[in-house]
């Protein structure tokens, strides 16, 4: 199975380049160790990724046209191969494969593209492209010079035979800026960053210095009218029917249920006799399972008695805990959850999931007993799920009860409750915070998993990207729901009657999900006053001007907002980040008069950094920089 994703993965990439890139039949298409070279011109092509089944077709238009205005000249992208071919020999490239490759070729990914910044990220990515694009014609042409011009720091200089000239300043201290001279000028390297000069004279970017802005992001409750009425539905725990079977031992998920399900029920009976200690003592035996993952519910007549799941590094678990058991027979059942399939790693097809043992009971008058090998009844799936209780037709299969009958916090339970599509078209989510595990359908699609009870470990300490990077760096929201909203496709939606179905694994409470829109809270802007930027450079090697131009702080809120107010802003040497800036010991007074003039009442504004808009320079011979949040509404 992996050979075969590899096969069909790589003529899906040439294929996207193809058609980006040559347009047409007769371009000429070559490489060296430099270059690609497309009808004789040299040239560096960018590129991203796009996983086009993680978003809807009606989304693709849109996430297209951001890869454009951010700068990408060829997007890459996977087969999912098991949305192909879902069940052996039945292909459904013609449906999606070739409708974003089609897409592609329509944009003409080749083309140079403008665009508005957005988010950072996007923004000092796209910043990048521009400085690489300019530096185009001396890096395609030979390889760099490398010179020492500091301790820590080295000049990477590209030139070409015909005179084209690009420099990479990089300082790799990553605590203490540097003043370099480089061709009889000196220039100012922040710590652990790299400046690109695409003539080797004019600073164009940094990878210090974002001058995107930034923003905060709410969620914010949509009203429904009458709100969420939920109705349930309980799954029983694994009993013996037509689809079940028996088999001695334990056996391999995956394997038993064939990808049709996440779920596979482990069930046996244990004998317990009245003689036993522990009905006397109270004190009850321990059931131990090892599972190579990826979650599991432990059932004992019928009731939870605990769940244990692995991680992503270390899939395989251990449940290990006290049961209740009474005399006479007692039912054990164990519900494996595979948490997806595993796609990456060496041999990764050879991957096993499910409970395989050994199952073990100790505190018995016998001591251990293996319960491993005895005989064990098999159920692949859920009974919710044979009836389709997801879709418009299965919902209405089985009497659901509502109002007071739903039990609260019942593992094993389907929810269903209707609503109309709230009106505009803003980015809609569903907030799961209430609920533990399980997965949740609208109108008959999966919006996925969810698992708002696995919380997120680790330190979330001071954010500092300086240094070599790993892992555990500037992680955020430790102690907090890995996930917790859930993206509503807009397209999905009907405009009335729209069916919401959540299966809920541990327990959990819908009376707390919500639909919700994603909203921008603020906006931010933290730039140093001379800061290189695009405007700056094409104006100085245009010849309009022989100085640096200052940059501007853009703030923009989202389509039908306003700026309503300015909650912070500090030109000298504030500290902090969005949402949590503060003052530094220099100030300018004047700091928010240009914002509050020129920003309050408008969806965005431009402000110059410079100490004439602040009420003059409250620092002489101090490098300041501006840091500024709007509260949008």
């Known amino acids: 199975m992996g050979f075969k994703l590899i096969m069909w993965k790589v003529p899906l990439l040439l294929l996207l380049l193809a058609c980006s890139l040559i347009g047409s039949a007769t371009a000429s298409v070559s490489y060296d160790s430099k270059a690609i070279t497309i009808n004789g011109q040299r040239r560096i092509l960018i590129s991203g990724s796009i996983h086009y089944p993680r978003s809807t077709p009606e ?10 205005d951010g700068g990408l000249d060829v997007i890459q992208t996977y087969v999912f191969w098991n949305g192909h071919e879902p069940s052996p020999g039945k292909f459904q490239m013609q449906k999606f494969t070739k409708k974003i490759v089609d897409m592609m070729k329509a944009e003409r990914l080749y083309e140079t593209q403008g665009g508005l910044p957005r988010q950072p990220k996007w923004g000092h990515l796209k910043d990048l492209h521009r400085a690489i694009k300019l530096s185009e014609p001396a890096l395609v042409s030979g390889d760099p010079t490398v010179t020492r011009i500091g301790n820590y720091q080295e000049a990477h200089v590209f030139k070409s035979k015909s005179g084209a000239c690009a420099a990479f300043l990089a300082n790799y201290n990553p605590k203490s800026y540097a003043t370099v001279a480089f061709g009889n000028m000196h220039y100012n390297l922040p710590p652990w960053s790299i400046s690109i000069l695409p003539d080797c004279k004019n ?19 949509v009203p429904i009218h009458g709100g969420l ?27 038993t249920t064939r990808d049709l399900t996440d779920y596979l029920w482990y069930s046996t009976d244990v004998v317990i006799d009245s003689s036993e200690g522990f009905l006397r003592n109270g004190k009850d035996p321990v059931l131990t399972v090892l599972s190579a993952g990826h979650a599991l519910h432990v059932f004992i007549n019928g009731q939870l008695s605990g769940t ?7 899939p395989k678990l251990t449940f290990s805990e006290s049961v209740k058991l009474r005399a006479g027979v007692n039912k054990i059942s164990l519900l494996s959850v595979a948490v997806g399939l595993p ?40 009974e919710g799920e044979a009836l389709s209780l997801h879709s418009l037709s299965g919902s209405s299969s089985v009497e659901w009860v509502q109002g007071s009958l739903i039990a609260q916090r019942q593992p094993l339970t389907w929810y269903k409750t209707t609503f109309d599509a709230p009106a505009g078209v803003a980015p809609l989510a569903l907030d799961m915070g209430s609920m533990g595990k399980g997965q949740v359908w609208l109108n008959g699609q999966s919006l996925g998993r969810y698992w708002p009870a696995y919380k997120a470990s680790g330190t979330c300490d001071y954010c500092d990207y300086a240094g070599t990077y790993n892992e555990n760096k500037c992680r955020s929201n430790c102690g907090e729901a890995s996930q917790r909203w859930y993206h509503v496709p807009q397209s999905w939606l009907k405009p009335t009657g729209n069916l919401l179905v959540v299966f809920e694994e541990l327990g959990g409470d819908p009376n707390g999900i919500f ?21 700056s450079y094409q104006m100085q090697t245009s010849g309009k001007v022989t100085k640096p131009v200052r940059p501007k702080a ?22 902090g980040s969005c949402g949590n800036f503060h003052e530094g010991s220099c100030h300018a007074h004047k700091s928010y008069d240009a914002f509050e003039k020129n920003c309050v009442g408008q969806n965005w504004c431009t402000v110059t950094v410079s100490p004439e808009n602040f009420g003059g320079d409250p620092c002489p011979n101090v490098m300041k920089k501006l840091s500024v949040e709007a509260i949008c509404t």
């Open 229 to 255: 009425s939920w109705q349930g539905f309980n799954e029983e725990t694994a009993s013996t029917d037509d689809s079940s079977f028996t088999m001695t031992g334990l056996l391999e998920q995956l394997n």
């Open 343 to 382: 796609n990456v790693g060496p041999h990764f097809e050879t991957w096993n999931a499910g409970v395989l043992g050994p199952i073990t009971l100790n505190g018995l008058n016998e001591g251990r007993r293996d319960l491993s090998w005895q005989k064990w009844s098999y159920k692949v799936g859920l």
């Open 203 to 221: 600073t164009v970017y940094n990878t210090a210095r974002v001058g995107s802005q930034s923003a905060q992001m709410k969620m914010t409750r």
């Open 308 to 314: 244990s799941f692995g991680s992503l590094e270390f």
């Open 59 to 68: 989304m693709w238009p849109d996430l297209i046209q951001k890869a454009k």
């Open 554 to 575: 853009h703030l923009s809120c989202g389509p039908g907002q306003k700026i309503s107010s300015i909650k912070f802003a500090s030109f000298g040497t504030p500290v």
């Open 515 to 535: 639909l919700v829109r994603r909203d921008i809270d603020s906006v931010c802007a933290d730039i140093y006053e001379w800061q290189p930027n695009l405007v």
